[in-house]
Every structure is written in structure tokens, then in C-alpha cells.
């Protein structure tokens, strides 16, 4: 049996020419055996495609338009999802200078306080009238009455200025925890939303750079194939190696 130098096929007849590479015909040893050391492989090994002008064809020499287009779909689906997400930039706060301060406590008691206060001299005042005009001013003058007889009126002003005194404690106290819990439920807020601009913003960058990157693959795509899906379609033709170009995919599309 013969076999061919340089593929290692079977050769019907010596000195025959090879019917799979057109080489002549050597010896009768077989492929890898000693005397062959053209062809160190199995003939059923090799590779099929070779010299098989019928095998399927390698990937296309379109590489590089394959990754701009990829690199253009990336940037469709990023600008479609920031598009659903980005707001107006007027919705946010620009800054945190008008945040809530919080109050102190005597802000809410200093007028309880001085009402007290002036509550019971009033109060006084009144009561050593009563007395002095209910008292005679013949009694009066012979008991040597003065205002600091009002016993009545000193108990009673203290009396009813503790009572202002407590009731603005309480009071003050409520509203100062109330007042500060809406302050610091405000600010926190504020400062979510001021956050939340600051992404709102970057987001907004980031469109604009893609925007930006995106029109130099534009000119790859006519205006009303510019879509992911489309996009997208034409790169499955380029890489199957059906289509050599954009404008062929477009026409199998």
C-alpha cells in the first residue's frame, strides 16, 4: 500500500499522484511510521479544511466593525435605562444652606415664664385694691394699713403664677421635641434629596459623554436603524458571516 509524502493519504496505485493534495506517491510505509517524516499525523486526524474547498468558511475580517457595533449597542442600553431614570435637575436642592435648625427649649418657655410673672402681679395688685377699697379709710388709718397687708393677694399670685410656670414647662417641652423631630425629619430629607441630585447629575454627565461617544458609530448605521434591536440583529449577521456589510444586513432585515 502507498501513501502520499506530504498528506499521508492512500495512493491506489505507486507512484500515483494523491487525490486529496496532487503529491506524488512514496513509499509503502504508512503515516508516522519510520521512512515518512512529511506528514506526522493521522489522515483522519488532520485538518478537514485544508484542501476541502467545500468546508464552511472561518469568521469574516469584520472584527473591528463587530466591536464598534457591539460597543454602540452597549451605549443604546445604557442611555435607554438612564433615560427612565433621570428627572429634572430643578426637582432637586442645589445646596444644604436652607436646612432646619433646631430650637431651643427657652425659646418656647420664656413666655410662660414672664406671663407667670406678670400674672401674679397683677393678680396681687387687684386683690390689695379689693381689700382697700372694701376697707373703710377711717379702719385703714388707724390699723396703719399698707399694700404688704394683702396676705391673700401674695398667696394667690403665687398660686396661680406656679400653675402658669408648670403649664409652660410642659407645653414648651412638647413643642420643642415636636419642633426638632420635624426639623431633623426635614433635613434628613433634604439631605436624601440633595444626595439623590448629586446622582441625578451624574447620571446626566453620563448620558451626555455617551451621547457624545455615540456619534462617531452613528455613521456606521443608517438614522432608522439606530436601536438596540436592530443594532443588534445586524452584529448576529456579521458574525454568522452571512453579510459582509452593515447595508447587506440591512437588506435581510
Not at 39 to 44: E, I, K, L, T, V
Not at 81 to 106: G, W, Y
Request: aromatic residues 10%; contains cysteine.
Amino acid at each position: 500500500m502507498n501513501f502520499c509524502d506530504k498528506c499521508g493519504a492512500i495512493i491506489a496505485f505507486a507512484n500515483g499522484s494523491c487525490p486529496r493534495c496532487g503529491g506524488q506517491g512514496g513509499g509503502s510505509k504508512g503515516p508516522g511510521m519510520a521512512g515518512n517524516n512529511t506528514f506526522g499525523s493521522n489522515p483522519y486526524t488532520g485538518n478537514p479544511y485544508t484542501n476541502n474547498p467545500t468546508a464552511a468558511k472561518p469568521q469574516s475580517g469584520n472584527l473591528a466593525l463587530i466591536k464598534k457595533l457591539e460597543r454602540y449597542m452597549e451605549l443604546l442600553s445604557e442611555n435607554d435605562e438612564l433615560k427612565s431614570m433621570i428627572k429634572p435637575q430643578n426637582n432637586f436642592p442645589t445646596s444644604l444652606d436652607t436646612s432646619f435648625k433646631k430650637r431651643s427649649f427657652i425659646k418656647y418657655f420664656w413666655p410662660f415664664l414672664v406671663g407667670g410673672v406678670v400674672a401674679a402681679s397683677v393678680i396681687y395688685l387687684i386683690v390689695a385694691i379689693i381689700i382697700v377699697v372694701m376697707t373703710p379709710s377711717a379702719v385703714r388709718a388707724a390699723q396703719g394699713y399698707n399694700m404688704g397687708d394683702a396676705f391673700g393677694g401674695y398667696v394667690v399670685a403665687l398660686i396661680v403664677a406656679a400653675l402658669i410656670i408648670f403649664f409652660g414647662f410642659k407645653v414648651a417641652k412638647r413643642k420643642q421635641a415636636d419642633f426638632n423631630n420635624n426639623a431633623e425629619l426635614m433635613n434628613r430629607e433634604m439631605t436624601e434629596r440633595y444626595n439623590k441630585g448629586l446622582e441625578n447629575q451624574r447620571m446626566i454627565n453620563l448620558f451626555q459623554s455617551n451621547l457624545t461617544e455615540m456619534k462617531q458609530y452613528e455613521q456606521l448605521v443608517p438614522k432608522d436603524y439606530r436601536t438596540y434591536d436592530k443594532v443588534s440583529a445586524i452584529v448576529e449577521l456579521l458574525k454568522e458571516d452571512k453579510v459582509q456589510s452593515v447595508e447587506d444586513a440591512i437588506i435581510l432585515i
